[in-house]
C-alpha cells in the first residue's frame, strides 16, 4: 500500500508553496541603506526578481537600478552568459559613492556599475576586507576576530596585521567557543563548518567580550556512526565523543566573561569580578543574547540565570576594570524569563536613569521602570490581561518604547503579534496600537526608528506589507500584496482557524484546521494530529512565515492533509505566549505533554458539528518534543490515538540536557519517573513508527532505544525506522516524510491513494 506518484508529487509541492513557485512575495525584507531610513528589497515573481528602492520621505518606491542596462553589461562582460533583468546573478548589492553607484558579487567577481553612466567595472574595494564564515567582523569593518588554538585573534582588514589577543586556552578550557552541548557539535564537527567567535564587539569597535568556557568537568557522550567508509576503504564504525551534560549532574560547564581591547590599549585583557558561572542553557551566555554593550562601550551587561531559572540576575560589568554591580534581581516559585520566547532577546534596557525590565509577576508578560542607580522599582508600565513579547525600538529623546504584544485587542488570537507604543513617563495608559489589522505583525524598524515594515497575514488570509510611521501607525505605502494566483490554481484551499474550551471549561484555546485540496464535507475523513507540546514554542501556525527553517514546520499539515486526512494543530495549556498559569499548567507535570487532554477535548468538540472528521481513525505526529508527545500520546490514550509517528522524541527528559530542570524543576527521582515515557510502555495498544537518526547530537539516539527496550520487554510489537548519517533535523528529510505519510495512508486510509 503505497502513495501513488501524483498524490506524493502533490502533497510535496505544498510542503513548500514558495520554493515550487506557487506562492510569491509574502514578506518584505528591508536592507537599510546606512543609518537612513530608506531601503531596498527584492520583489519575486514566475519571471524571476528585481530590487526596488524604497524612500519614506518620497513615499515612493522605484527600481534600484536599471536592471536591463545592467543585465546586458553582465551579459557583455561575460561571454557565454545572457541575464535578463529578472536574472541577474546576485541576491544584494550595496550602495556606494553616495548612492551613485552599487557595489555586488557575481561569478566570483566584485563588481561596480555607475548608476549615472551606466558603466560596469570590476570593484576596486581592497580584498584584504574580505571576512571568512569563522571571523566576526566589527561595527566600523576594520577588524575582524577569530578563534585559533583556543584563543583570540584579531586581525585589521586594512593592513592584514594579525594579534593575539589571548594566550592560556586550551581544549575544553578556551575562549571564544560554543559549548559542544550546542547540539549541533558533532554535525559541525563532520562538515567542518567555522563559527564566529562567541564574542560581542563594543560598538565603538575597540573591544570585545568573550566568554572563557570551560567544559573539562562535564561528562562525555556519544554517537557511534555504523554507516561509514574511509579513503582507505575500511568499513569499521566510528565513535564521536562530545561533552554533553545530562539533566541532574552535578557538574556543568562554566562562562566567564572577559573583555578584550584591541592592539594599542594600556590593558588588553579585563576579567569580570563575577568569575566563572555555570549556565544550564543549551546555548553560552553570549548565544543565547544574555550579555550586551552599554551604547557607550563603557559598560557590558549581563543576565545570570540560576540553576532551575527561578532566578534573574541583571549585571552592570565595567570594561575598564571588571568590577561588577548587580542591578536587579527577581525570583519566582516556577521558572522565569526575561523574554516570553527565550531565543529572542531580553525585554531589558538600560537607560541612562531608568531600566526597563520584564516580568510576569502579576500573572502576565508585563514591562516595569527600576532606577539605574538604586536598583529600585519604580512603576508598572504595560498592565492587563495581556503580554508584551518583544520591544522592538526605545525612543530614548522622547521616553517611548515599541514593543509588539498580544491579547490586548478583545475578540482576536492572543497568539497574533501587534505593535504598540507606549510612554515611559505616562504607562499603561498611554499604550497606542499602530497595526490595525487583525493579523498577526512582523515589524522591521528603521535605523532612525521614524519608521517600520509590516509584514502581516493570517493562515487564511494573503500576506501584506505596509511602511508605516512609528508616530501614528500611518500607512506611508503599501508594498506588496502576495501572489497566491498559481496557489489557488493548484486547488489550494484555506485551512480554518478555530477556538475551544479547555479541559476547565474556561480557557480559550485556539488551533487550525487543514483539508485536502479536493475536500468533500460529504465525505468521511481519518485525523491527524500534527503536535508539539511546548513549553518553548507553539506549535499552530500564524501567518504564512516565508522563512526556509520555518517554512516545513508551517506547511506540513497542510501537505500532509492533501493525502486524504483532516489534520488538526492545537496550543493546549502548558505553552507559552499567554498568562503565566497558562504556561505554568505544565511545571513539573512534563507528562501532560502540553495538554495532550486538550487534544482530545478539541478534537471531539470540533468533530460534533464536522461530521467530516471521523474520529474512529484518529492519528498523532510530532518531532523532537513533538516525538515524546506523539508516543505519549498513543500509550496514555490508547482509544482515541489509533496510529502513532514519533521522530526524534525526547522520551525521557533525563536524557535530555539541564534544560529541562526549568520546565519539571530540579532533579528527584519521583519526580522524574512519571514523565519517562518507558514507563507507560505496556499501555501501547495502536501502531507505532519510533523514527530516530543515529547521528542525532541533540537528542541522542539512546532515548528512543531505551524506549525500544522497554516496548521489547513489554512485548509489544511496533515499527522502527532507523536513519543513518541523520542529525536532529531530519524531519525536513524527504524519505522520511515520505515514510510518515505512508504509515498513515496504510494505517489509517488503507487502500493505496
Known amino acids: 500500500m503505497k502513495i501513488s506518484k501524483d498524490s506524493h508529487d502533490r502533497a510535496s509541492q505544498l510542503l513548500d508553496p514558495i520554493e515550487h513557485g506557487l506562492v510569491y512575495n509574502t514578506r518584505v525584507t528591508p536592507h537599510w541603506i546606512g543609518g537612513t531610513d530608506s531601503f531596498w528589497f527584492k520583489r519575486y515573481d514566475p519571471q524571476g526578481s528585481t530590487f526596488l528602492f524604497v524612500s519614506p520621505t518620497e513615499k515612493t518606491a522605484r527600481p534600484a537600478f536599471d536592471h536591463k542596462k545592467l543585465a546586458s553589461a553582465l551579459s557583455t562582460a561575460l561571454p557565454g552568459n545572457t541575464f535578463s533583468e529578472y536574472t541577474l546573478p546576485f541576491h544584494d548589492f550595496r550602495y556606494a559613492e553616495n548612492q551613485t553607484k552599487i557595489e555586488f558579487s557575481a561569478t566570483n567577481v566584485d563588481w561596480s556599475y555607475d548608476l549615472v553612466t551606466f558603466q560596469l567595472s570590476r570593484s576596486k574595494t581592497k580584498r584584504s576586507k574580505a571576512f571568512s564564515d569563522g571571523e566576526l567582523a566589527s561595527p566600523d569593518g576594520n577588524w575582524v576576530a577569530y578563534v585559533k588554538e583556543h584563543n583570540i585573534w584579531v586581525r585589521s582588514l586594512d593592513s592584514g596585521q594579525e594579534a593575539q589577543l589571548t594566550f592560556d586556552g586550551e581544549k575544553y578550557f578556551d575562549y571564544g567557543t560554543s559549548p559542544e ?25 575597540t573591544k570585545l567580550v568573550v566568554q572563557r568556557l570551560d567544559q573539562r568537568v562535564v561528562r562525555d557522550l556519544y554517537l557511534i556512526q555504523s554507516s561509514v567508509e574511509d579513503e582507505g576503504g575500511t ?23 572577559v573583555i578584550l581591547n584591541i592592539p594599542g590599549a594600556k590593558k588588553q585583557m579585563v576579567v569580570s569580578e563575577l568569575g566563572p558561572l555555570p549556565f544550564t542553557t543549551i546555548l553560552s551566555p553570549i548565544e543565547m543574547k544574555l550579555v550586551w554593550w552599554s551604547d557607550d562601550s563603557r559598560k557590558v551587561y549581563f543576565i545570570h540565570k540560576e540553576r532551575g531559572d527561578k532566578a534573574l540576575e541583571l549585571y552592570e560589568i565595567d570594561s575598564e576594570n571588571g568590577l561588577a554591580r548587580l542591578l536587579i534581581e527577581e525570583r519566582a516559585s516556577t521558572h522565569i524569563e526575561p523574554n516570553l520566547s527565550v531565543e529572542n532577546r531580553p525585554n531589558v534596557y538600560v537607560l541612562d536613569e531608568d531600566i526597563i525590565w520584564f516580568s510576569e509577576r502579576d500573572g502576565y508578560g508585563h514591562l516595569y521602570v527600576y532606577d539605574t542607580s538604586s536598583g529600585k522599582l519604580v512603576k508598572q508600565i504595560t498592565s492587563g490581561e495581556w503580554v508584551v513579547r518583544d520591544i522592538l525600538h526605545v525612543d530614548r529623546r522622547n521616553h517611548l518604547i515599541y514593543f509588539t504584544a498580544g491579547g490586548r485587542e478583545p475578540g482576536r488570537d492572543p497568539y ?222 490508547p482509544e482515541f490515538y489509533k496510529v502513532a509517528v514519533s521522530s526524534a522524541g525526547v522520551h525521557d527528559l533525563r536524557d535530555y540536557l539541564p534544560v529541562g530542570e526549568k520546565y519539571q524543576g530540579l532533579f528527584e527521582p519521583g519526580k522524574y519517573a512519571t514523565q519517562s515515557n518507558s514507563t507507560v510502555a505496556h499501555k501501547l495498544k495502536g501502531k507505532l513508527l519510533l523514527v530516530y537518526g543515529d547521528m542525532d547530537d541533540n537528542v541522542n539516539p539512546a532515548s528512543t532505544i531505551r524506549l525500544i527496550d522497554a516496548l521489547v520487554k513489554a512485548d509489544k510489537t511496533f515499527d522502527v525506522l532507523v536513519l543513518p548519517n541523520k542529525n536532529h533535523s531530519f524531519s525536513s528529510d524527504p524519505y522520511f516524510i515520505r515514510k510518515r505519510w505512508e504509515y498513515f495512508v496504510r494505517h489509517l486510509l488503507g487502500p493505496s491513494i
Open 181 to 205: 552541548s550546542n547540539t549541533t557539535a558533532v554535525t559541525e564537527r563532520l562538515g567542518g563548518a567555522k563559527r564566529p567567535p562567541v564574542a560581542m564587539w563594543s560598538p565603538d569597535s
Open 235 to 257: 568499513v569499521r564504525p566510528r565513535l564521536h565523543t562530545f561533552k554533553y551534560p545530562l539533566l541532574g549532574d552535578a557538574k556543568l560547564a562554566t562562562a566567564e566573561l
Open 416 to 637: 497574533f503579534r501587534h505593535l504598540y507604543s507606549v510612554s515611559i513617563d505616562a504607562g499603561s495608559e498611554s499604550v497606542k496600537l499602530l497595526t490595525p489589522e487583525d493579523a498577526d505583525h512582523e515589524i522591521w524598524f528603521s535605523p532612525t526608528g521614524s519608521y517600520f515594515v509590516d509584514n502581516f497575514s493570517t493562515v487564511d488570509s494573503i500576506p501584506k506589507s505596509f511602511l508605516r510611521s512609528s508616530k501614528d501607525g500611518e500607512t506611508i505605502l503599501n508594498l506588496e500584496v502576495s501572489d497566491f494566483d498559481q496557489l489557488f490554481e493548484f486547488g489550494f484551499k484555506w485551512p480554518e482557524r478555530f477556538s475551544v474550551k479547555a479541559r476547565e471549561g474556561k480557557t480559550d484555546l485556539y488551533g487550525v484546521i487543514y483539508f485536502p485540496s479536493d475536500f468533500d464535507p460529504c465525505r468521511k475523513y481519518p485525523v491527524i494530529d500534527d503536535v508539539y507540546p511546548g513549553p518553548t514554542r507553539t506549535r499552530c501556525a500564524k501567518s504564512f512565515d516565508p522563512e526556509p527553517d520555518n517554512r516545513k514546520w508551517i506547511f506540513m499539515p497542510q501537505a500532509t492533509a492533501e493525502l486524504g486526512f483532516i489534520v488538526v494543530t492545537l496550543d493546549g495549556l502548558g505553552t507559552p505566549f499567554r498568562s503565566k498559569a497558562f504556561r505554568d499548567y505544565s511545571y513539573g507535570k512534563f507528562e501532560e505533554a502540553g495538554g495532550l487532554l486538550d487534544h482530545v477535548i478539541a478534537l471531539r468538540e470540533l468533530a460534533s458539528s464536522r461530521p467530516y472528521m471521523d474520529l474512529e481513525r484518529v492519528g498523532i505526529y510530532g518531532h523532537s518534543g513533538g516525538g515524546y508527545a506523539s508516543a505519549r500520546a498513543i500509550f496514555d490514550l
